[in-house]
């Protein structure tokens, strides 16, 4: 792209702040800049009474986007706000701006690239155009192929050619210095004039990300290594939701964990490298929901598209308010429910539990991640979803199930995480503190953990929902061999190719 228009800068340029909540490093404001005068910095939100839900989730986005209006008045300018569908209200705002272009982050969902075609029609009809630029990851999807120059399907050999193109990543770009004062114009209105956002704290946006990247990377990144595991230790790098939402720049996380990488002679085997190989299990999953749109709402792997799941909103109910009977999944739901995070090692768990030990469908969990986490990412959460499910991008992953009891003996072998959420567990011995329904009665008392009265007993017998899960996974993939030479005939419309 030029720096400037050859007839010379643009009047009025809108740069639409989706899925980049900050000024520093933000490649859609920055592409505006040098070729517009003029700056629109807009949110388009929608009129949905979920916007002012107090979960914590919406308190994470609410505040990061006051963050983002504080940032951009430090240098002159400020968010404006529109209230109804994108494409209409996108369109209005051009005309009433006078914006010729519309500059956003490119996203890479089957529906959001939907709605990105709505825009650009409705911008059209006026002479207008969407300019899309990629902010949302290191590389473009397309830019990672193989040798036949198709989209990857695993994870390592994605993985091998990524790490070959390492040192051509994007750099950080420059910030953006002052920008001109533009007044709202019909239609648009300011922050503090949404409902919604009164009494919004600040802090929780652009602001506290640069601070847990500085912390993580003096503090924690040398040793993630060694505690990213263990849900009790403050082991990971608490950055999942800055980049979810962009309030932080997936640019400035790689460039200041791979500097690291290259001082140090074991390479990625260090904390700061296999703190990037989960940068690129994001990029991958990116590169999977891109390249392969059907894995939006279907089974990745086809032998698992018409498997027939369980229905039981009794057990998800269980499940998701952390009544199982299994401490780990119980601390893990806990957390998520009170915090709005859980740790990736308990999400692993969790969602085992629920697809494998409940064979209860991927997508009631994906839901109620996408619902409840701060740092819900469509493609991260799908992706990981589907690995659990065993529906997804490895191998052979339907035999893998994790023993909730295993798990937490592992990585909380002194039960301090559970403890931490269940509280009811605190004085259960640590020899019971992961399979509390091996107490007698006599010790339940002791410990002051009455099992169906202070804490469940657990909802399945692990070993026997192993067996049946194995069962169920092999017979659904028999059916699906079976009925292969009529699959795609029967495949609802828009699902999509498996090559």
Known sequence: MSRRNSAGPRPCAIVWMRRAFRVDDNAPLWHAVQEAAKIIPLLVVNDDPRYAADTNRRRFVRGAIADLDAGLRMHG??????VGPAPRELARAAAAYG????????VYHPSGIARDAAVARELARTGRRLILVNDLVLREPSEVRTQQDQPFRMFTPFQRRWQELADDVPRPLPGVQTLLRVPCAEGSTTVDRIPYFAGTREGLGEPAAALQLRRFLQK????YHLRRDYPAAEGTSHLSQHLALGTLSPRQVYWSAYTRVQRDEAGMRTGPGV???????????????ASFPHAQDHAFRK??????WHRSPRAFARWKDGRTGYPIVD?????????????????MIVASFLTKDLLLHWRWGERYFMDHLVDADIASNNGGWQWAAGTGTDASPWFRIFNPVVQGKTYDPDGAYVRRYLPELRHVPDRFVHEPWRMTRAEQKAAGC???REYPQRI?????????????????RRHAHATKSNHFAAAPEGQGSYR
């Open 77 to 82: 300018s400020h968010v404006h706000v529109r």
């Open 99 to 106: 914006a010729d272009t519309v500059y956003a982050a490119r």
């Open 220 to 223: 924690d990144i040398a040793h």
């Open 275 to 289: 703190f990037i190989m989960e940068l690129l299990w994001r990029e991958f999953y990116y590169q999977i929901l």
């Open 303 to 308: 032998e698992f598209r018409d498997i027939r």
């Open 331 to 347: 601390a893990a739901m806990r957390q998520l429910n009170t915090e709005g995070w859980m740790h990736n090692r308990a999400r």
């Open 450 to 452: 009455i099992l169906d």
């Open 460 to 476: 399945v017998d692990h070993a026997k929902a192993r067996a049946a899960a194995l069962l169920f996974y092999s017979s659904s």
